[in-house]
């Protein structure tokens, strides 16, 4: 899809932002943490979104939607994969090292 407007990116950006407030009406504890499947950290409940079997903090996520609006990635699993805490990465994959490298670099990591 390539680069996204302001506007777009604006609006992706509220988006995720409302998940907290949508989560506090609901009544979800302030105080509820998870461990965040793609950045490593405990992150509060309210504003973490669940992508299949990944749960993303709402800084995670929104950068994930951002990537995925812009054409950066495609799946949930291309973007913890790139990003996301994983072990060592084996030597025989040169490829997936330039991709982490030019995500992080573009999303601000």
Known sequence: MGRLSDSERKAIIEKMRAVESQHA???????????????????????????????????????????????????????????GIRPEEPESEPQSRSLLARLRKRLGF
Do not use: M
């Not at 299949?52 to 939607?65: I, K």
């Open 25 to 83: 009406q609901a009544g979800v504890s302030a105080s509820s943490r998870i461990i965040c499947h793609n950045c490593g950290h405990a992150r509060p409940l309210r504003g973490a979104v669940r992508y299949d079997r990944y749960r993303l903090c709402n800084d995670c996520a929104l950068r994930y939607e951002l990537a995925l609006a812009e054409g950066d990635v495609k799946t949930i699993e291309d973007f913890v994969l790139a990003l």
